[in-house]
C-alpha cells in the first residue's frame, strides 16, 4: 500500500497517543475540512488508526512497556483498522512532504537488512524509517542495516524508536554512527554521535500560536487511560472530566467517564455521561450498547430494548447487543423473536461460549415451539 492509498473523505481515525510533532485539534480541522473524522480513542466505527508517537514515552515508564504498545497494535491490526504512523498520517492529510521517491519492498528490506519483519514494522509505525510503509528507500535500507545491528547488540524496537528522533530527521541518522550503550543504567539506550534533541519532518506551515492547551489534554487523556486500564476508575472518571472541561465536544471521553462511573457503582452519573457522548455522537453504537446494559441491570428493560434495538440499527454486524436483546426477548416471552436474534448472533459469532449459550438457546425455543405445534 503506497501513501496515497488512504482516502481520508469518509475514513475515521483514532488516535492512540498524542502526536509530538502537531497538535490533535489542528489535525481535526483538517480531516474534518477533507469529509473525514478524527477522534481520541477507538470505536467500532473507526477505519484508521493513527499511532502517536508520545505513546513511547509513556510506555517507557510503565510496568507494560513496549509490550503493551505491541498489544495494541495486534489487536487493531487484527480488528481489520488500517495502522498509520504520525508522519504517515500528517504527509496523508498534506501536511507534511512526502520523501523522495522510493522502489524497496518489505520484503527485500527485511532479507537485504536482515531485520525482522516485526521489528521493522513497528520502527516503521513510530516513524524511524524515512517512509512509515513500503515502497521503502535505499536511505531506509541503510537505516534498517543500522537498527539491525543495534539488535543485534541488545537493543529493543522500543529503545531505537525512542532514540533516533533525537536527532532530527531520521533520514539524516544514515550518515551517522548508532551504537548501543549503557550509560545511566540504560544497557539498550542507543546514543548517537553528535545528535540533539528536536522534532523531526518538515512542516509546511508554521504551526504558529498552537495552544499550550492541546499538550496538557493529550497528556490528561493519556493518564486517565492509564489509570482506567490499572482499574482506578475513580481517578480515571476525574481525569475524563478535566478532558471534558478542556474539550466538551469530546464525545469518547464522556463515554470513557461513564464507563468508569459504572464500574465505581455510579450508576445515575453513568448514564448522565452515556446519555452525553450520544447526544454529542448519535451514531456511537457502543454508547447505545452501554446504556443499555446499566438499564438491564437496574431492571429497566423496557429502556435496555430500545437502546438495544438502536445498537443494532446503527450496526448490524455488532454481535453482542443481538445477543442481550434476545436475552431480554426470551425472558419477555417472544420466543420467535428471540430465536431470530440468537440466529443472527451465530452468523456472527459461532465459536465464542456466547455462541455455545446462543445455540442451546434456539434449540430450546425449537423444542417448545415444536411442543406447542403438537
Given at each position: 500500500?503506497?501513501?496515497?492509498?488512504?482516502?481520508?473523505?469518509?475514513?475515521?481515525?483514532?488516535?492512540?497517543?498524542?502526536?509530538?510533532?502537531?497538535?490533535?485539534?489542528?489535525?481535526?480541522?483538517?480531516?474534518?475540512?477533507?469529509?473525514?473524522?478524527?477522534?481520541?480513542?477507538?470505536?467500532?466505527?473507526?477505519?484508521?488508526?493513527?499511532?502517536?508517537?508520545?505513546?513511547?514515552?509513556?510506555?517507557?515508564?510503565?510496568?507494560?512497556?513496549?509490550?503493551?504498545?505491541?498489544?495494541?497494535?495486534?489487536?487493531?491490526?487484527?480488528?481489520?483498522?488500517?495502522?498509520?504512523?504520525?508522519?504517515?498520517?500528517?504527509?496523508?492529510?498534506?501536511?507534511?512532504?512526502?520523501?523522495?521517491?522510493?522502489?524497496?519492498?518489505?520484503?527485500s528490506l527485511i532479507e537485504q537488512a536482515?531485520?525482522?519483519?516485526?521489528?521493522?514494522?513497528?520502527?516503521?509505525?513510530?516513524?524511524?524509517?524515512?517512509?512509515?510503509?513500503?515502497?521503502?528507500?535505499?536511505?531506509?535500507?541503510?537505516?534498517?542495516?543500522?537498527?539491525?545491528?543495534?539488535?543485534?547488540?541488545?537493543?529493543?524496537?522500543?529503545?531505537?524508536?525512542?532514540?533516533?528522533?533525537?536527532?532530527?530527521?531520521?533520514?539524516?541518522?544514515?550518515?551517522?554512527?548508532?551504537?548501543?550503550?549503557?550509560?545511566?543504567?540504560?544497557?539498550?539506550?542507543?546514543?548517537?554521535?553528535?545528535?540533539?534533541?528536536?522534532?523531526?519532518?518538515?512542516?509546511?506551515?508554521?504551526?504558529?500560536?498552537a495552544a499550550h492547551g492541546d499538550d496538557?489534554?493529550?497528556?490528561?487523556?493519556?493518564?486517565?487511560?492509564?489509570?482506567?486500564?490499572?482499574?482506578?476508575?475513580?481517578?480515571?472518571?476525574?481525569?475524563?472530566?478535566?478532558?471534558?472541561?478542556?474539550?466538551?465536544?469530546?464525545?469518547?471521553?464522556?463515554?470513557?467517564?461513564?464507563?468508569?462511573?459504572?464500574?465505581?457503582?455510579?450508576?445515575?452519573?453513568?448514564?448522565?455521561?452515556?446519555?452525553?457522548?450520544?447526544?454529542?455522537?448519535?451514531?456511537?453504537?457502543?454508547?447505545?450498547?452501554?446504556?443499555?446494559?446499566?438499564?438491564?441491570?437496574?431492571?429497566?428493560?423496557?429502556?435496555?430494548?430500545?437502546?438495544?434495538?438502536?445498537?443494532?440499527?446503527?450496526?448490524?454486524?455488532?454481535?453482542?447487543?443481538?445477543?442481550?436483546?434476545?436475552?431480554?426477548?426470551?425472558?419477555?416471552?417472544?420466543?420467535?423473536?428471540?430465536?431470530?436474534?440468537?440466529?443472527?448472533?451465530?452468523?456472527?459469532?459461532?465459536?465464542?461460549?456466547?455462541?455455545?449459550?446462543?445455540?442451546?438457546?434456539?434449540?430450546?425455543?425449537?423444542?417448545?415451539?415444536?411442543?406447542?405445534?403438537?
Amino acid at each position: 500500500m503506497t501513501a496515497g492509498a488512504v482516502t481520508v473523505a469518509g475514513a475515521v481515525f483514532g488516535s492512540i497517543g498524542a502526536m509530538a510533532a502537531f497538535p490533535l485539534r489542528l489535525a481535526a480541522r483538517e480531516v474534518e475540512r477533507q469529509h473525514g473524522q478524527l477522534q481520541r480513542g477507538i470505536t467500532r466505527r473507526t477505519t484508521h488508526v493513527v499511532f502517536g508517537r508520545t505513546l513511547l514515552a509513556s510506555a517507557g515508564s510503565t510496568k507494560n512497556g513496549d509490550a503493551g504498545i505491541e498489544r495494541r497494535v495486534a489487536a487493531e491490526r487484527a480488528a481489520g483498522r488500517t495502522l498509520i504512523s504520525e508522519n504517515g498520517f500528517l504527509r496523508r492529510l498534506g501536511l507534511m512532504k512526502a520523501p523522495e521517491a522510493s522502489s524497496l519492498s518489505r520484503q527485500s528490506l527485511i532479507e537485504q537488512a536482515r531485520l525482522s519483519g516485526a521489528d521493522l514494522d513497528m520502527l516503521s509505525l513510530f516513524d524511524a524509517f524515512e517512509h512509515d510503509i513500503e515502497p521503502y528507500s535505499f536511505r531506509d535500507l541503510i537505516l534498517a542495516r543500522k537498527y539491525a545491528g543495534l539488535v543485534a547488540g541488545g537493543a529493543t524496537w522500543g529503545a531505537i524508536a525512542r532514540s533516533v528522533h533525537r536527532s532530527g530527521p531520521v533520514a539524516s541518522l544514515t550518515a551517522k554512527s548508532l551504537n548501543v550503550g549503557s550509560q545511566h543504567g540504560r544497557p539498550d539506550a542507543i546514543y548517537l554521535e553528535g545528535g540533539q534533541s528536536e522534532l523531526d519532518g518538515q512542516l509546511l506551515f508554521d504551526l504558529g500560536s498552537a495552544a499550550h492547551g492541546d499538550d496538557t489534554l493529550e497528556e490528561l487523556f493519556a493518564e486517565a487511560e492509564a489509570a482506567e486500564e490499572g482499574g482506578d476508575h475513580d481517578a480515571a472518571a476525574a481525569l475524563y472530566q478535566r478532558c471534558l472541561a478542556i474539550d466538551p465536544s469530546d464525545a469518547i471521553a464522556a463515554f470513557n467517564r461513564a464507563n468508569c462511573l459504572r464500574a465505581g457503582a455510579h450508576a445515575a452519573e453513568a448514564a448522565h455521561d452515556y446519555a452525553r457522548a450520544i447526544k454529542l455522537d448519535p451514531a456511537f453504537v457502543e454508547a447505545w450498547f452501554n446504556l443499555a446494559g446499566l438499564m438491564s441491570e437496574q431492571g429497566r428493560d423496557a429502556s435496555a430494548r430500545k437502546h438495544l434495538q438502536k445498537a443494532i440499527a446503527l450496526d448490524r454486524n455488532y454481535a453482542d447487543p443481538m445477543f442481550n436483546l434476545a436475552r431480554l426477548e426470551f425472558d419477555a416471552g417472544n420466543l420467535v423473536e428471540a430465536r431470530r436474534l440468537w440466529v443472527r448472533y451465530l452468523e456472527l459469532d459461532a465459536d465464542s461460549e456466547w455462541a455455545r449459550v446462543a445455540a442451546k438457546g434456539v434449540q430450546f425455543v425449537d423444542m417448545q415451539l415444536a411442543r406447542t405445534a403438537g
